[in-house]
């Protein structure tokens, strides 16, 4: 059962930086990485993505520019460096596996299980 562990998370002030990292242990179903976010009342939504190899990822039109995603595969660690953060980026931060090889890439549906977050708040 593969396992997501995310850190990095804090209360920062609008202009700030934070760099989140996660974790993940035991099997997975796909080897594509992603951050997705939910905030408070909000559905989950999808942040950022990255392929096996890095060559590839995929970001979300309002985090386009500010956000990077990477990994280690190495360690099988998934990093979101966010810069100039707003307070519309608060909510809490999950990495995310895909639970088979046939997912759409933005939808909450397609990935898990679901670690237990990592809280980013925003202040102006």
């Known amino acids: 059962q593969v396992q997501l562990v995310e850190s990095g998370g804090g209360l920062v002030q609008a202009g700030a930086s934070l760099r989140l990292s996660c974790a993940i242990s035991g099997g997975t179903g796909s080897n594509y990485r992603s951050w997705f976010r939910q905030a408070p009342g909000k559905e989950r939504e999808f942040v950022a993505g990255i392929s096996w190899s890095g060559g590839a990822t995929y970001y979300a039109d309002s985090v386009k520019g500010r956000f990077t995603i990477s990994r280690d595969n190495d360690k099988n660690m998934v990093f979101l460096q966010m810069n100039s953060l707003n307070p519309e980026d608060t909510g809490v931060y999950y990495c995310?596996?895909?639970?088979?090889?046939?997912?759409?890439?933005?939808?909450?549906?397609?990935?898990?299980?679901w670690g237990q977050g990592t809280q980013v708040t925003v202040s102006s």
């Open positions: 995310a596996v895909p639970r088979t090889s046939s997912y759409s890439y933005k939808d909450p549906a397609d990935f898990g299980p």
